[in-house]
């Protein structure tokens, strides 16, 4: 049974810094991963998609990375903003088109 | 295109009534999923199908949950004789085969 675990569960920083969230994944079987964000209260919003054969994506200031191998990904984040503060999810896919959660990071960017 | 479609997006239920949530898959996906989010916690994954056929329930409790995708209309997820505990946002997605999920903006369930 694929199990999806993200650290930090809570990360505050201050507004510019760069910042990188973690996501690891007991099963490698995987044929893709993705990245979601959601704000309070709202739906999730996808930001990247890493297809099991691509090693990362990038999207603006995002960059997330996959080595599935060892059952990991990052999401780095360059330069935060207030606006970047949100809970963001990592989600892997799985054999059965399935697709399971990890319990996400809540990231707070203070001005 | 409009995307995975929710309704409703607020849903209040008495103790004991029916609960039913319902989902529009995006235009050319098959697969549907329903996830069940409670309050500061993490999305979890509820069922998967596919058109008139359940893939995978092993995250559905045993009794008063039940789903469905026909073959036409959306998908639906019904929940009978509900209880406080079910007050959480239940969540919709949709894809084609291994291209990442889209998600609607999901149903809010309170039951008073």
């Known amino acids: 049974k694929q199990e999806v675990t993200q650290i930090p569960a809570a990360l505050s920083v201050p507004e510019g810094e760069n910042l990188v969230l973690n996501c690891s994944f007991t099963?490698?079987?995987?044929?893709?991963l993705q990245w979601f964000r959601q704000d309070p209260g709202k739906g999730l919003t996808s930001l990247l998609l890493?297809?099991?054969?691509?090693r990362e994506q990038t999207s603006g200031r995002l960059n997330a990375s996959l080595d599935k191998s060892s059952g990991r990904s990052t999401l780095y984040i360059a330069a935060s903003q207030p606006g970047d503060s949100a809970t963001y999810l990592c989600?892997?896919?799985?054999?059965?088109?399935?697709?399971?959660f990890g319990a996400g990071t809540r990231l707070t960017v203070k001005p | 295109n409009a995307g995975v479609m929710q309704n409703p997006r607020h849903l209040v239920r008495r103790r004991g009534q029916e609960a039913r949530l319902r989902c529009s898959p995006m235009?050319?996906?098959?697969?549907v999923y329903w996830y069940r989010q409670l309050p500061e916690e993490g999305l979890k994954f509820m069922v998967y199908?596919?058109?008139?056929?359940?893939?995978?329930e092993s995250g559905m409790p045993k009794e008063r949950f039940s789903a469905e995708f026909p073959k036409e209309g959306p998908s639906i997820l019904r929940i009978q004789q509900v209880v406080r505990g079910d007050s959480a946002a239940y969540f919709c997605?949709?894809?084609?085969?291994?291209?990442?999920?889209?998600f609607g903006s999901g149903t809010r369930l309170t039951v008073v």
């Open positions: 997605a949709s894809s084609g085969n291994h291209y990442g999920y889209t």
């Open positions: 099963d490698s079987a995987i044929y893709n």
């Open positions: 890493i297809q099991s054969s691509q």
């Open positions: 989600a892997v896919s799985g054999n059965n088109n399935d697709m399971r």
């Open positions: 235009k050319g996906h098959s697969h």
């Open positions: 199908l596919q058109k008139e056929n359940i893939i995978d």
